[in-house]
């Protein structure tokens, strides 16, 4: 999206807002038709960003009637024009444009990238052909297709492995943490890339009808489900405008019964002013403004106001595992070894073998020795592990289908119980030890669901990998509800069941979470550097990892929300008193228009105040050196 400066959505607001301000001018001046010419060339500047669209609400069959903030806000513009007082009805059309094109610059944000997830998927695929292999447009792949998948590429579509043995990171598509080994009969999805062996894989799936374009389809069915969200002050005004009107008409009509019409048709008009919600026009933009604005400074982008809006009445949030709770990148956790080796003897030999290769528990092992040095001879079996030689011995390294753990079989068990990934490694034919990798929580996923349990809000992990794993790191985190093995579509079935019981927020960060973030309450995509799958569906997007910025952002969004809510409450008090006194003929248009600029004035200074940072984030760790006390 354009910098505001630069949106042309903004022009028009802007054109009325000096227009408006400059027949302000003139009048004090004494200009008085220069002045007027002014506020109505203000006035329908403004106007054309809701009339519009009101108009279209109103008498198409799409819109169904639909009555709005715009629909009383149209009439009571053209009732001030009727009774001579263009300005004030210039200043309500430039509020109203003013607030309706910011929140709705808010809400286009959700809207891009979606697509962004299809770059998952390379363009042309190897297919295995009686004459050879040819490249053909993934678009063309059908079910049955043979596709040759070298090292390091991505699968273009679902499919079983025919022939070859390999490893695949599919963490991206399924949440699955750790790389997992393939071989013939295994499935492999759309988009997983595979490791450093070649597979020939028979597709089960059309290029064009795959898991990954399932995913992206979920996510347009979840956008197409919530539509666009009514907002609070819409919400309010529905049963607000058809009384207004019923009740202007039946002034009117008194007064052609008691032969003074002229009188009673005026009053009428006033009692649409008085009743017209120009402060509710702007006590939720300002306010949503104002917050957002604040809570960007701290890493929290909020890409719409109905998202903020929804964001503080959360109730429970459901954290994906992979990349969110755990840090997303596999570390050595244990080593077992057997009598006459030492554990840095274990993991120096492995390091050894792993130092030429990419596989992530690879990185793993030689990030826990750095100044290992390179075996020879290092030969890889693929799908299996690395045979070299160290030191003068030949040294196996691989996983325990490969290489039989024997006399640590018991350990490795145990290990593999507490959701490890177990390595063993083998020299000159006899196992020496494991090495237990595992992709640890963050430090702060304890704390962070204790604060939100603090905040009466419940938590659920969702997530890809496997019953064990999951289980073991959710209790770490103090997490009860864990839902294990699930799939996208399954991640947004049971996301779908908790926002049936109360607002659900999602919280995660891989192209498997796209369609539970666009289906929650509201979605929230964890750091910057997430797939841009997943920062596109949420709502909200946060730059950082620190997952404490999810309960100091509910603080703040809770708080703007109490601020929202005083906001209203004071515009509809300023309806409930002006309309009597409009209807009895108390308060002239002057009077009204007053009342109505001096309480767009509180709710607006008001609505500043959502900007402040509150206490608890300056203090919470996760923002402490961002935000100033």
Known sequence: ?????????????????????????LEVTGLGIPALVAFAAGLAAGAWTFVPSTLKRLFTARGRGRLGVGLLMTIAAAGAVLLGHVGEAAALAFLFSLAETLEDRAMDRAKEGLRALLSLVPQTARVSRKSGSVDVPVADLRELDLLMVGAGERVATDGVVAEGRSS???????????PVEVGPGDPVPAGAVNGSGSLLVEATADGRDNSLTQIVALVEQAHARKGE?????????????????????LVALFGVLVGDPSTWIERALVVLVAASPCAMAIAVPVTVISAIGSASKFGVVVKSGAAFEQFGSIRTV?????????????QVTEVRTTAGFDRGQVLAWAAALEATSTHPLAAAITAAVPDASAAEDVHEEAGHGLTGRVDGRTVRVGNPRWLNPSGLRDDADELAETGMTVIVVEADGAVIGLIGV????????????????????????LTGDDARTARTLAAQAGIDDVRAEQLPADKAAAITQLA??????????GINDAPALATATVGIAMGAT???????SADIAFTGHDLRLIPAAFTHARRGR???TANIALALAIIVVLFPLALFGVLGLAGVVLVHEAAEVVVILNGVRAARRQAALRTSGAVRDRVPA
């Open 530 to 536: 997430g797939s841009a799958a997943a920062v596109e």
């Open 500 to 509: 049936a019981s109360g607002p659900t927020a999602m919280v995660g960060d």
């Open 438 to 461: 595992r992709d640890e929580l963050r430090p702060e996923a304890a704390e962070t669901v204790r604060m939100l349990h603090a905040q009466d809000i419940d938590t659920v992990m």
């Open 318 to 330: 459901a954290f994906d595992k992979t990349g969110t709770l755990t840090q997303g990148h596999p």
């Open 562 to 564: 109490r601020i929202m």
């Open 168 to 178: 695949i990171d599919a963490s991206a598509v399924t949440g699955e943490s750790i």
């Open 229 to 249: 969200r009514a907002r609070l002050a819409d919400r309010i005004a529905r049963p607000l405008v058809p009384a207004v009107l019923v009740v202007a008409a």
């Open 1 to 25: 999206m354009p910098p505001w400066w630069r949106d042309r959505a903004l022009a028009l607001p802007g054109v009325s807002g000096l227009l408006w301000a400059a027949g302000l001018v």
